[in-house]
């Protein structure tokens, strides 16, 4: 069973600080990861993309990709209250285009 | 670019009747696209995967016959769900792969069954 697991949170930090959300995934083979932000009621928007291991930075976000020990993180180095949001992780299913996505992470950056 | 309009984005509709959304890549061509359900409070849950010329594929526990897809165009898919219940009031969305690896995801249709 291919899975894709997240902790639901809310995880919640105050303005400026560190904020890092995790996600493992069941599959060994997978290559393909991504982090959508979905704001409540609305549809999901892609902020970042990794397909190799290590970190990817794209302004304030950091994608961090561990093929080992099967996890990938997304880190806020300077928390806004603009990025309070549901953070979904994806995973691209090897050999296919299909994603399994995880419950999603809630953060909430308190002013 | 990558932009994915849907339509309607909200329906209310009686029970026993029949709904369709379109899905559109408006500036790219997508020879897939992906419908999802959202309830509240839960992750995107995939249904099907349409495919431009061919027939979709339904993920387990997908009823065919009740939610119809069509992907007549590179840019266009359509979800029907017919004979609408209660049951089915959710949160639809579509998504368009770009190249390879990359999908993106339309506005959403919020579905509301009487």
């Known amino acids: 069973q291919k899975e894709v697991e997240q902790n639901s949170g809310p995880l919640s930090v105050p303005e400026g600080a560190i904020a890092s959300l995790n996600c493992t995934y069941s599959d060994r083979g997978s290559q393909s990861f991504f982090w959508y932000r979905q704001y409540s009621g609305k549809s999901p928007e892609l902020i970042m993309s990794i397909y190799s291991n290590g970190d990817k930075e794209d302004g304030r976000f950091t994608a961090q990709l561990n093929i080992a020990s099967q996890y990938v993180s997304l880190l806020f180095s300077d928390s806004q209250p603009s990025v309070s949001a549901t953070y979904l992780c994806?995973?691209?299913?090897?050999?296919?285009?299909?994603?399994?996505f995880g419950t999603g992470t809630r953060l909430k950056v308190l002013a | 670019g990558a932009v994915v309009s849907q339509h309607p984005s909200w329906v209310i509709c009686k029970s026993g009747t029949s709904v369709k959304i379109e899905c559109r890549s408006l500036d790219f061509q997508a020879t897939t696209m992906f419908w999802y359900r959202q309830f509240p409070k839960q992750s995107l849950m995939l249904m099907a995967t349409s495919n431009e010329g061919s027939k979709a594929t339904y993920e387990q526990g997908v009823e065919k016959d009740k939610f119809l897809i069509n992907h007549a165009s590179l840019t266009l898919s359509t979800l029907t769900v017919t004979s609408a219940h209660p049951e089915d009031s959710s949160f639809y969305i579509c998504?368009?792969?770009?190249?390879?690896?990359?999908?993106?995801f339309g506005p959403g249709t919020r579905l509301l069954v009487l």
């Open positions: 998504s368009a792969r770009e190249g390879e690896e990359t999908q993106y």
């Open positions: 994806a995973v691209k299913f090897p050999g296919t285009y299909k994603y399994i």
